[in-house]
Nanobody, 124 residues
Framework: QVQLVESGGGLVQPGGSLRLSCAAS????????VAWFRQAPGKEREGVSS????????NYADSVKGRFTVSRINAKNTVYLQMNSLKPEDTAVYYC?????????????????WGQGTQVTVSS
């Protein structure tokens, strides 16, 4: 069964850090570009960060630049999102998504394999 599974979410205080993981099963991530998205209640899903296949080029939303870092270890079939200096406005369900090909797009319409999401709550 082809699937992506996110983990690492939770409750953290403002200024804290979390590392999210996105593990692929049933397929290898090597030829896929992967992105992270988030969706807060009542808001549209927005692109957070992406990492391209092969050359590992990255892209970030302006709202997370300098605070979030995306990386991947193909040998572990996993993509990570390190989130530092978290703010209450980062609270959302975070999803990873993959597409077979070469992109750093942050548009959800470009991705066709999605995980179920993990909740991140930033609150004191």
């Amino acid at each position: 069964q082809v699937q992506l599974v996110e983990s690492g979410g939770g409750l953290v205080q403002p200024g804290g850090s979390l590392r999210l993981s996105c593990a692929a099963s049933g397929f290898t991530l090597d030829p896929y570009s992967v992105a992270w998205f988030r969706q807060a209640p009542g808001k549209e899903r927005e692109g957070v960060s992406s990492i391209r296949r092969s050359d590992y080029s990255t892209n970030y939303a302006d709202s997370v630049k300098g605070r979030f870092t995306v990386s991947r270890i193909n040998a572990k079939n996993t993509v990570y999102l390190q989130m530092n200096s978290l703010k209450p406005e980062d609270t959302a369900v975070y999803y990873c998504a993959a597409m077979l090909g070469w992109t750093t797009s942050l548009s959800p319409t470009n991705y066709n394999t999605w995980g179920q999401g993990t909740q991140v709550t930033v609150s004191s």
